[in-house]
């Protein structure tokens, strides 16, 4: 059995994933600059 690529674990729901990860990284990132608690 080989795994499907129309499935949502790897496809275009991987990049959006990443993308939304990436975005709450930045939010973290940000705030924690902003408040200088590094």
């Known amino acids: 059995m080989r795994p499907a690529r129309t ?5 275009p729901m991987d990049t959006a994933d990443l993308l939304a990860l990436r975005s709450d ?5 940000l705030l924690i600059g902003l408040r200088g608690d590094w």
Do not use: E
Not at 7 to 11: D, F, K, L, S
């Open 25 to 29: 990284d930045r939010a973290a990132l």
């Open 7 to 11: 499935h949502a674990y790897r496809g």
